[in-house]
């Protein structure tokens, strides 16, 4: 939860606005491409119900969840998309 307090705070005083760069993403034809210029996922996450969720893959000490997992997959295909 402190990831998503402090990327918001980041995005909020513009820290990160020299490592930001937008992606534009073409669209089906007759559509004009979509242009995301910011990461949404902090936006999106409701740390009220965050903490309610159950651990995967420890469930007595564990720290992955449905919550925090997708989050890492994405950053992990980018990291391997951005190598070509």
């Known amino acids: 939860m402190n990831s998503y307090r402090r990327a918001e705070a980041s995005y909020i005083s513009g820290?990160?606005?020299k490592e930001i760069f937008d992606v534009v993403i073409e669209n089906q034809k007759g559509k004009p491409p979509t242009t995301v210029s910011e990461d949404e996922e902090y936006?999106?996450?409701d740390l009220?119900?965050?903490k309610e969720l159950q651990t995967v893959f420890r469930r007595e000490d564990g720290t992955i969840t449905a919550g925090n997992s997708s989050v890492l997959c994405d950053g992990k295909l980018k990291r391997d998309l951005s190598k070509d």
């Open 15 to 17: 820290v990160l606005r």
């Open 43 to 45: 936006k999106k996450v």
């Open 48 to 50: 009220n119900t965050f």
